[in-house]
């Protein structure tokens, strides 16, 4: 059974709907004469197909899955693609520009099997990382895609495995690019933009087309557009922005890098014994939070930071009793761990609680955001040092983290592009489309 088949006829009619009427209105990005093949917006593909199907948009700086869906206990993420014409071709799937330094060596001295075996393994831990940042299987997540003809969509689906690197063969070198395939799937790299594209085509016995859509494209898009505004504007609410978002950076913001015993590699400090060997817990860490945050978004974490904490300052009572800020961290991968801003400044964001318990009894500490941040997602060995420039290289060097503005109790968490907190700071835009994990 294919994916769509799993979504009801309601919703399927509904996503089948917001295409047709984007489809229509094609004429307001004609720029050149000929004929009239329906355009369709990918970052709107993925904004109707979230909403029709009652699912998540995860795509983070282009990671390798667009949209999550969940059927109970199964978690499917789902890349989401659309291109002209519903002939065999190939299309970009992944950039690799931050490695470009280890793979063009191996073209250099003309070892085109371990090019090929070194771009399909980079493509693969990508892969694997975001499974476990969403929480995904390896065998059940798919592409969606629109091919687009004169007058019509074309939805298909296929497959979305990792490559089988035990099997790789047919390798083909030009100036230009490096192509083989798995026995699956065919690929290509392109030297000059790095980039790995994919052969799709309804033949192969992964590949359904789910529904053919016949687009009616209005001859006159802007009088349509511009007489419905004025008819049914004021008979629509106004969106009204209820989401609190922010980021942090996983970095000291006042050296510009990971501190070797603290933030991200607290876990390297002193012992918690004074004059002990012992090491302090694996994966044990904190994200930084820069006083010049807590004096621009004094609200995000509670009711005024800075109140909050001269009521820590003025306790005297026990230790176990004295107020913290507290809440829940809700990972991508559907995991909730509770956490809390603390130590001196309200420098640290941690996870830990005094009460609750994993599944094994213990209680949650300060590793279970490390677990998930440095091992599940980014790959860290074990007790190896971050730095600033692995973090990059991964694509990585801040957090997203969004709430409801009406509630303190679940904060939202998730990585975001090289360089988003420092913009974040200066009001500039993040950009989505920069390269990550």
């Not at 090019?115 to 831990?125: D, G, P, Q, R, V």
């Not at 497959?159 to 690019?177: C, K, Q, V």
């Not at 509630?407 to 009001?427: L, R, T, W």
């Amino acid at each position: 059974m294919s994916i769509w088949e799993r979504y009801d006829s309601s919703q399927q009619n509904m996503y089948l709907h917001y295409l047709k009427a984007y489809g229509a209105l094609s004429g307001l990005f004609k720029q050149k004469a000929g004929h009239m093949i329906p355009y369709l917006d990918s970052k709107f593909q993925e904004t109707i197909y979230a909403k029709s199907f009652e699912s998540e948009n995860v795509d983070i700086g282009n990671t390798p899955h667009d949209i999550l869906s969940i059927f109970g206990n199964e978690r499917v993420g789902i890349g989401i693609k659309t291109w002209m014409n519903s002939t065999p071709s190939y299309q970009k799937v992944m950039q690799l520009k931050r490695y470009k330094s280890e793979i063009e060596p191996l073209f250099t001295s003309s070892k085109f099997e371990d090019a090929a075996t070194k771009i399909s393994n980079l493509k693969n831990e990508k892969m694997l990382s975001d499974y476990s940042r969403l929480g995904l299987s390896e065998d059940e997540n798919i592409y969606h895609y629109v091919t687009r003809d004169k007058g019509k969509f074309l939805l298909q689906e296929s497959a979305y495995p990792l490559i089988n690197t035990n099997n790789l063969r047919n390798f083909s070198f030009s100036d230009t690019s490096l192509s083989w395939d798995d026995g699956l799937k065919e690929y290509k790299y392109t030297l000059g933009d790095s980039q790995i594209w994919q052969k799709f085509s309804n033949t192969y016995n992964d590949t359904a087309i789910l529904e053919q859509v016949n687009i009616e494209i209005i001859e006159d898009p802007f009088t349509f557009l511009t007489k419905a505004y004025d008819e049914f504007f004021d008979k629509y609410s106004i969106i009204e922005d209820n989401i609190y978002e922010i980021f942090l950076p996983l970095y000291s913001y006042q050296t510009g890098e990971v501190q070797e015993k603290s933030g991200l590699n607290a876990w390297n400090a002193a012992s918690k014994n004074k004059g002990s060997s012992t090491l302090r817990p694996l994966n044990e860490i904190y994200i930084p939070i820069p006083r010049v945050f807590h004096k621009k978004f004094p609200d995000f974490f509670t009711h005024n930071i800075f109140e909050f904490e001269k009521r820590q300052q003025l306790y005297s009572g026990s230790k176990e009793n004295k107020p913290q800020i507290r809440f829940h961290l809700q990972l991508p991968n559907g995991q909730k761990i509770p956490a809390l801003v603390t130590q001196e400044n309200m420098k640290a964001l941690q996870s830990g609680s005094r009460t609750e318990r994993r599944s094994d009894g213990t209680l949650y500490g300060q590793s279970d955001l490390g677990q998930w941040l440095l091992i599940n997602v980014l790959q860290l060995n074990e007790r190896t040092l971050v730095t600033r420039e692995w973090l990059q290289k991964k694509g990585t060097d801040s957090v997203r983290l969004w709430r409801d503005k009406k509630d303190y109790s679940i904060i939202n968490i998730d990585f975001a592009p090289v360089g988003s907190f420092e913009k974040f700071m200066k009001e500039e835009a993040i950009n989505e489309d920069d390269n990550l994990v």
